[in-house]
């Protein structure tokens, strides 16, 4: 168990290395920020100035070499825009974020996990056909589209939410509603998928043919095993949902990580680019591993055939 | 238990619950006090905003400088360079210093009084966009008294007001103790200036605050508390202005506008920007390139319907130029109003060989104005010029063009503060940023302008280099771009389009709402 524990860390440092090296890179060869920062028209020697503010006249392997070493003592950086350091507006949009994630996560799973229950147990049918058009909506409408009509309605003509801005829980309805329908979409499918092929196996047709009722059977032994895929999925989601809910929070001018990396993205602001990516794929890592050590722990195959 | 055995009825349920949503709509409605401005920004705010030392060169920081701070001399409404906390700027003979006589009795958030340390700091500390360009021509800066000092340059420059009390930050002026006294980092969480509101608060990505400083020198401002509100999106922008939200959204463009103008008590305002967008020819000097003959870009000009393009895209309300300077800048000429006419653009171009027109490659321009670019396609199209748009991410356009890689047709734009020569020096002149070229009549007036120290003679030059520049199109000037912002129905005086070439609500002391003086 020591040595597949030591094999999965190696692993995980070996993606975030790669993470950390692949963004670096991206980020670079977007453009440079310098001409996003002055009006046409600036002089090139002042241009010149602002490039070796933010050291972008080093070479690019220095420019790495000083990234690298700083993100192992913990410093990501000073944002071009905001003059900050990263990471202090990282953890002053987390707090923000996490609201809106848990409280998407939370409306995703209460509509898709029973959602995906009724389409499974009635599979073929009304319900099943329902679920599958629900999810197919939540999947492919725009998040930008469902966000506008939202606000339009809700804000616009009723006047029952605020339009934007974050504050108390009305301003989280629509917002978390707009992300958590995307994920709910994925999580219905799952659960449906997962359930079918649990109510075919064995045990469930025997905790049938024992004379169980069917919401018992239902709801304590296919749903317990069905949900292992999904709450693994949820996790990852939540990940997701915390770190790149972009288009959401910049409709309803949230201000989480996903509006920073929108704003990172938009000024060229490389620091805040790479804290975000890093960090949010650093926690994707760590879930990763997680998972990946339970599941080794839980069934002792994993770990053997690794 | 029922509803009925617990002594209430359905009747009373209904009425609780309607009570309930009454209280709900009314709190998201969260329509602002009596005395409290709420302003949308467009963009995201920046605390590297709340310090005159590190603007960039971009215009947006005003926009909170003319809240926070003040300057020796900044534009103001009906003067573009009006003096401020300096009573009078005074030029030597020779043109190597300036000497400012400081306003008395002008004292800072803190209660401290500015004096001539807190304008010599500023300068010495100003390290935004052109501090190179500033700083290399700055000698020294003596104090003669509290409220007297003068600035000594190296060598005559007739643009170092421009630079000073226009284009930087360097004028505008910084409690010398209390920056001092709580660091770099602490100004920018807490700044103190001298302008007409003091800061309250910031949240990043959410809102500043700010309070209304009673000591204000001009006056004490009408509003009592003003706060801005970032919401990045449009569409969202526009919803929070019609709910009351906020009573000012800045940047409402195209159907947006048109929504806005549609909505009761809204109303659209223009600030026509020191903006001009055009159509550059980078191509006009190579012999071998239909450019080179100056009937075609003559032509390109006349086909072009600015009129219809600023009805569809800014609601008619950009302002059509035929320059590529500024119409509030210094040095200005005034060039004829341009013409479209079609027929006489082919007849031109049938003059230049083009009967049947010619295939003119691509018309590059920066993404986010694209919607110009489609509408001048058609335009061209329809003369037989054709061209296939190409549009690029912003930062990849610009550094494109200065890097002198575009070719055919360029669509063009620039902001940058400055006046007339500083313009001509990145868009005209030799060796230029954006210049792919020049022309040695104008190089050689450059050169003479940028030396003369007497007013008169350097405006009769910098006039008659944009006359050369227009005569030789060498570019089809469109538009000075309006920037559109929605205000609401509680605002009296809103600010914009006071003053001249600034495209957001300022001066902020002079703003009120209605039923305020």
């Given at each position: 168990?020591?040595?597949?524990?030591?094999?999965?860390?190696?692993?995980?440092?070996?993606?975030?290395?790669?993470l950390s090296?692949?963004?670096?890179?991206?980020?670079?060869?977007?453009?440079?920020?310098?001409?996003?920062?002055?009006?046409?028209?600036?002089?090139?020697?002042?241009?010149?100035?602002?490039?070796?503010?933010?050291?972008?006249?080093?070479?690019?392997?220095?420019?790495?070499?000083?990234?690298?070493?700083?993100?192992?003592?913990?410093?990501?950086?000073?944002?071009?825009?905001?003059?900050?350091?990263?990471?202090?507006?990282?953890?002053?949009?987390?707090?923000?974020?996490?609201?809106?994630?848990?409280?998407?996560?939370?409306?995703?799973?209460?509509?898709?996990?029973?959602?995906?229950?009724?389409?499974?147990?009635?599979?073929?049918?009304?319900?099943?056909?329902?679920?599958?058009?629900?999810?197919?909506?939540?999947?492919?409408?725009?998040?930008?589209?469902?966000?506008?009509?939202?606000?339009?309605?809700?804000?616009?003509?009723?006047?029952?939410?605020p339009?934007?801005?974050?504050?108390?829980?009305?301003?989280?309805?629509?917002?978390?509603?707009t992300?958590?329908?995307?994920?709910?979409?994925?999580?219905?499918?799952?659960?449906?998928?997962?359930?079918?092929?649990?109510?075919?196996?064995?045990?469930?047709?025997?905790?049938?043919?024992?004379?169980?009722?069917?919401?018992?059977?239902?709801?304590?032994?296919?749903?317990?095993?069905?949900?292992?895929?999904?709450?693994?999925?949820?996790?990852?989601?939540?990940?997701?949902?915390?770190?790149?809910?972009?288009?959401?929070?910049?409709?309803?001018?949230?201000?989480?990580?996903?509006?920073?990396?929108?704003?990172?993205?938009?000024?060229?602001?490389?620091?805040?680019?790479?804290?975000?990516?890093?960090l949010?794929?650093?926690?994707?890592?760590?879930?990763?591993?997680?998972?990946d050590?339970?599941?080794?722990?839980?069934?002792?195959?994993?770990?053997?055939?690794? | 238990?029922?509803?009925?055995?617990?002594?209430?009825?359905?009747?009373?349920?209904?009425?609780?619950?309607?009570?309930?949503?009454?209280?709900?709509?009314?709190?998201?409605a969260?329509?602002?006090?009596?005395?409290?401005?709420?302003?949308?920004?467009?963009?995201?705010?920046?605390?590297?905003?709340?310090?005159?030392?590190?603007?960039?060169?971009?215009?947006?920081?005003?926009?909170?400088?003319?809240?926070?701070?003040?300057?020796v001399?900044?534009?103001?409404?009906?003067?573009?360079?009006?003096?401020?906390?300096?009573?009078?700027?005074?030029?030597?003979?020779?043109?190597?210093?300036?000497?400012?006589?400081?306003?008395?009795?002008?004292?800072?958030?803190?209660?401290?009084?500015?004096?001539a340390?807190?304008?010599?700091?500023?300068?010495?500390?100003?390290?935004?966009?052109?501090?190179?360009?500033?700083?290399?021509?700055?000698?020294?800066?003596?104090?003669?008294?509290?409220?007297?000092?003068?600035?000594?340059?190296?060598?005559?420059?007739?643009?170092?007001?421009?630079?000073?009390?226009?284009?930087?930050?360097?004028?505008?002026?910084?409690?010398?103790?209390?920056?001092?006294?709580?660091?770099?980092?602490?100004?920018?969480?807490?700044?103190?200036?001298?302008?007409?509101?003091?800061?309250?608060?910031?949240?990043?990505?959410?809102?500043?605050?700010?309070?209304?400083?009673?000591?204000?020198?001009?006056?004490?401002?009408?509003?009592?508390?003003?706060?801005?509100?970032?919401?990045?999106?449009?569409?969202?922008?526009?919803a929070?202005?019609?709910?009351?939200?906020?009573?000012?959204?800045?940047?409402?463009?195209?159907?947006?506008?048109?929504?806005?103008?549609?909505?009761?008590?809204?109303?659209?305002?223009?600030?026509?920007?020191?903006?001009?967008?055009w159509?550059?020819?980078?191509?006009?000097?190579?012999?071998?390139?239909?450019?080179?003959?100056?009937?075609?870009?003559?032509?390109?000009?006349?086909?072009?319907?600015?009129?219809?393009?600023?009805?569809?895209?800014?609601?008619?309300?950009?302002?059509?130029?035929?320059?590529?300077?500024?119409?509030?800048?210094?040095?200005?000429?005034?060039?004829?109003?341009?013409?479209?006419?079609?027929?006489?653009?082919?007849?031109?171009?049938?003059?230049?060989?083009?009967?049947?027109?010619?295939?003119?490659?691509?018309?590059?321009?920066?993404?986010?104005?694209?919607?110009?670019?489609?509408?001048?396609?058609?335009?061209?199209?329809?003369?037989?010029?054709?061209?296939?748009?190409?549009p690029?991410?912003?930062?990849?356009?610009?550094?494109?063009?200065?890097?002198?890689?575009?070719?055919?047709?360029?669509?063009?734009?620039?902001?940058?503060?400055?006046?007339?020569?500083?313009?001509?020096?990145?868009f005209?002149?030799?060796?230029?940023?954006?210049?792919?070229?020049?022309?040695?009549?104008?190089?050689?007036?450059?050169?003479?302008?940028?030396?003369?120290?007497d007013?008169?003679?350097?405006?009769?030059?910098?006039?008659?280099?944009?006359?050369?520049?227009?005569?030789?199109?060498?570019?089809?000037?469109i538009?000075?771009?309006?920037?559109?912002?929605?205000?609401?129905?509680?605002?009296?005086?809103?600010?914009?389009?006071l003053?001249?070439?600034?495209?957001?609500?300022?001066?902020?002391?002079?703003?009120?709402?209605?039923?305020?003086?």
């Amino acid at each position: 168990m020591k040595q597949f524990i030591v094999r999965r860390v190696g692993y995980s440092l070996l993606s975030l290395f790669l993470l950390s090296v692949t963004i670096f890179l991206f980020v670079r060869v977007t453009g440079d920020p310098t001409t996003l920062l002055v009006e046409p028209g600036a002089s090139p020697e002042d241009i010149e100035n602002m490039r070796q503010q933010f050291g972008l006249d080093r070479p690019i392997w220095v420019q790495y070499w000083l990234f690298a070493t700083s993100f192992v003592t913990g410093d990501l950086g000073q944002s071009f825009y905001y003059r900050t350091p990263v990471l202090e507006l990282y953890f002053q949009r987390l707090p923000n974020s996490l609201q809106l994630a848990a409280v998407a996560m939370v409306l995703s799973l209460l509509i898709g996990i029973p959602s995906g229950i009724l389409a499974a147990v009635r599979v073929g049918g009304f319900w099943d056909s329902a679920g599958k058009t629900f999810s197919l909506l939540g999947l492919s409408l725009p998040q930008f589209w469902v966000g506008l009509v939202l606000i339009l309605f809700f804000s616009v003509y009723l006047g029952w939410l605020p339009s934007s801005g974050s504050g108390g829980i009305l301003h989280l309805l629509m917002p978390a509603f707009t992300l958590g329908w995307y994920f709910a979409a994925a999580h219905m499918r799952l659960t449906r998928s997962s359930m079918l092929e649990v109510l075919d196996s064995e045990y469930v047709k025997l905790a049938r043919l024992k004379g169980l009722p069917e919401a018992l059977v239902i709801g304590k032994h296919a749903l317990k095993n069905a949900l292992i895929p999904v709450i693994t999925l949820a996790g990852i989601n939540l990940v997701v949902m915390i770190n790149v809910a972009v288009v959401v929070e910049t409709v309803f001018a949230w201000p989480g990580i996903g509006r920073l990396l929108y704003e990172g993205i938009t000024f060229r602001d490389f620091p805040v680019v790479q804290c975000v990516v890093v960090l949010g794929g650093s926690m994707i890592i760590v879930v990763n591993l997680l998972v990946d050590i339970l599941y080794a722990y839980i069934d002792p195959r994993i770990r053997l055939e690794s | 238990m029922t509803a009925r055995s617990s002594g209430t009825t359905r009747r009373s349920v209904l009425v609780l619950s309607a009570a309930a949503m009454t209280g709900i709509a009314a709190r998201a409605a969260g329509a602002a006090p009596q005395d409290e401005l709420r302003v949308a920004s467009h963009v995201s705010l920046a605390p590297t905003w709340f310090d005159p030392a590190e603007t960039p060169g971009i215009i947006t920081p005003f926009m909170l400088l003319y809240a926070m701070h003040d300057a020796v001399m900044k534009g103001m409404p009906g003067n573009p360079m009006a003096p401020c906390l300096a009573e009078s700027c005074t030029m030597a003979p020779d043109g190597l210093s300036y000497t400012l006589a400081l306003r008395r009795g002008v004292r800072f958030h803190n209660g401290e009084e500015m004096t001539a340390e807190d304008v010599k700091f500023s300068l010495e500390r100003y390290r935004g966009a052109a501090s190179k360009s500033l700083k290399e021509r700055v000698a020294r800066v003596d104090i003669h008294e509290p409220h007297r000092l003068t600035i000594h340059l190296h060598n005559p420059w007739p643009d170092f007001l421009t630079y000073y009390a226009g284009a930087t930050g360097a004028g505008w002026i910084v409690p010398k103790k209390y920056v001092e006294q709580v660091g770099e980092d602490g100004f920018k969480k807490a700044p103190i200036g001298a302008g007409p509101y003091r800061f309250v608060s910031f949240t990043p990505g959410v809102e500043l605050v700010l309070e209304a400083f009673e000591g204000y020198w001009r006056k004490k401002p009408a509003i009592r508390r003003l706060i801005f509100k970032v919401i990045p999106d449009e569409a969202t922008r526009l919803a929070a202005l019609q709910r009351k939200e906020v009573d000012i959204a800045y940047s409402i463009r195209g159907e947006l506008a048109g929504e806005l103008l549609r909505t009761p008590g809204l109303s659209l305002n223009p600030a026509v920007s020191s903006a001009p967008f055009w159509l550059y020819f980078p191509e006009q000097w190579d012999p071998q390139s239909p450019w080179h003959d100056r009937r075609v870009r003559q032509a390109t000009s006349l086909a072009l319907d600015r009129e219809t393009i600023n009805q569809a895209l800014t609601m008619g309300h950009s302002r059509l130029t035929g320059s590529v300077f500024p119409e509030n800048f210094e040095f200005y000429w005034p060039p004829p109003k341009p013409a479209y006419d079609p027929d006489a653009a082919r007849k031109l171009l049938a003059e230049a060989g083009h009967q049947r027109g010619f295939d003119a490659g691509e018309y590059y321009c920066d993404a986010s104005y694209a919607n110009i670019g489609e509408v001048v396609l058609n335009n061209l199209r329809e003369v037989g010029i054709r061209v296939k748009l190409r549009p690029l991410e912003r930062a990849a356009f610009f550094k494109a063009y200065a890097e002198k890689k575009l070719k055919n047709i360029v669509q063009g734009a620039s902001g940058a503060m400055g006046n007339c020569a500083t313009r001509a020096e990145a868009f005209v002149a030799k060796g230029g940023v954006y210049a792919y070229g020049s022309y040695p009549d104008i190089d050689a007036l450059f050169a003479e302008q940028a030396v003369q120290t007497d007013r008169a003679k350097r405006t009769a030059i910098l006039h008659k280099l944009q006359q050369l520049v227009q005569e030789k199109a060498i570019y089809a000037p469109i538009w000075q771009l309006a920037f559109l912002s929605g205000v609401g129905p509680r605002v009296g005086q809103s600010g914009f389009g006071l003053i001249d070439g600034f495209a957001y609500t300022a001066p902020y002391e002079d703003l009120t709402l209605k039923g305020q003086g």
